[in-house]
Nanobody, 126 residues
Framework: QVQLVESGGGLVQAGDSLRLSCAAS????????MYWFRQSPGKERDFVAA????????YYANSVKGRFAISRDNVKNTAYLQMNSLRPEDTAVYYC???????????????????WGQGTQVTVSS
């Protein structure tokens, strides 16, 4: 079992930055691909970013490319999402997830990921 706990969300203004953290406990963190997703009310959960177990390979949704950066620290068992130049449309609950498989460019199916965090709210005011 792996437990994931997100933190770092909050209320910011457009153009501001936030860094989300996803702390993992339990099984070996480094074997998992780590993901960030987001979900707004009434909308589906969308892929934001993913990072390979080594941290070498990173993937981003087009909507956040160039503004967000995913990283991980396998010693601290933590994944991060640095969010810069935030926009009102970035407002959502942000979730981290872990999977032993890489899934990018495919529809998001919650059940296909091994573990999920509880989510952290990010609100960007205009």
């Amino acid at each position: 079992q792996v437990q994931l706990v997100e933190s770092g969300g909050g209320l910011v203004q457009a153009g501001d930055s936030l860094r989300l953290s996803c702390a993992a406990s339990g099984r070996t963190f480094s074997v998992y691909v780590m993901y960030w997703f987001r979900q707004s009310p009434g909308k589906e959960r969308d892929f934001v970013a993913a990072i390979s177990w080594s941290g070498r390979d990173k993937y981003y949704a087009n909507s956040v490319k160039g503004r967000f950066a995913i990283s991980r620290d396998n010693v601290k068992n933590t994944a991060y999402l640095q969010m810069n130049s935030l926009r009102p449309e970035d407002t959502a609950v942000y979730y981290c997830a872990a999977s032993e498989r890489l899934r990018v460019g495919v529809p998001v199916r919650v059940y296909e990921y091994d573990y999920w965090g509880q989510g952290t709210q990010v609100t960007v005011s205009s």
